[in-house]
Every structure is written in structure tokens, then in C-alpha cells.
Nanobody
Framework: QVQLMEIGGGSVQPGGSLRLSCVVS????????MGWFRQAPGKEREGVAT???????RYADFVKGRFTVSKDNAKNILFLQMDNLNADDTAEYYC???????????????????WGQGTQVTVSP
């Protein structure tokens, strides 16, 4: 059974950094389209970043220059380095896998098949 588990959420002050990890079970690997999504209270879930099988990345405009998505193929771990955080980044963050694509990753959550349980990120003074 494919399982994804996010690690690394927490509380941080504005301008601070956090690094999220997503551990992927041995039933699959990170060589598919992998994505990070987030959902703030009262808002729809939105795409944050994706990474292709070959490592090509894509970011939502609101995180460009601040967030970096990466992966460790050998360890089956997906990462999201978040720098210069602000209050608008407060949300539940999810990692997800699209088992139907390795390239040209979608930013639509409906296209992703497997999801982690989420981890909370709170940015406040």
C-alpha cells in the first residue's frame, strides 16, 4: 500500500524557515510527479510546487524565490524548503504523488492519486 507521511511542520516567526519532508513508502518511489499542496482555513487546497521524475521543478507564483522542492531518490524522500515565511503561508501542507505522470506535472490536486495526512505550518509573531 502506497503511503506518504509529512514531517517537519511547526510554528515559526515571520521571516523564518522550515523544512518539510515527505517519506514515501517502499511500495512506490519518488520517480513520478510529486507535489506539495497546502490548504488554509476557509480556503481551497492549492498547489505549491511540483517536481518531475528528472528533477524539473515548478512553483506557484506566491512561493517563487522562497520555497525549494527537492527529492532524494535513493531514500524515497521529498522535501520542501520554505524560507522567508509570512503569515499567508500558514496552512496545512500535504505531499502527493501522481502515479500516472513522470513529466509535465499537473498543479491540479485531482490529478494526484496518493496523499499524506498533512502537517501544519503556522507563521506568527
Amino acid at each position: 500500500q502506497v503511503q506518504l507521511m509529512e514531517i517537519g511542520g511547526g510554528s515559526v516567526q515571520p521571516g523564518g524557515s522550515l523544512r518539510l519532508s515527505c517519506v514515501v513508502s517502499s511500495d512506490t518511489d519518488v520517480n513520478y510527479c510529486m507535489g506539495w499542496f497546502r490548504q488554509a482555513p476557509g480556503k481551497e487546497r492549492e498547489g505549491v510546487a511540483t517536481i518531475e521524475s528528472g528533477g524539473k521543478t515548478r512553483y506557484a507564483d506566491f512561493v517563487k524565490g522562497r520555497f525549494t522542492v527537492s527529492k532524494d531518490n535513493a531514500k524515497n524522500i521529498l522535501f520542501l524548503q520554505m524560507d522567508n515565511l509570512n503569515a499567508d503561508d500558514t496552512a496545512e501542507y500535504y505531499c502527493a504523488e501522481d502515479r500516472r505522470r513522470r513529466w509535465f506535472c499537473s498543479f491540479q490536486d485531482d490529478d494526484f492519486d496518493y496523499w499524506g495526512q498533512g502537517t501544519q505550518v503556522t507563521v506568527s509573531p
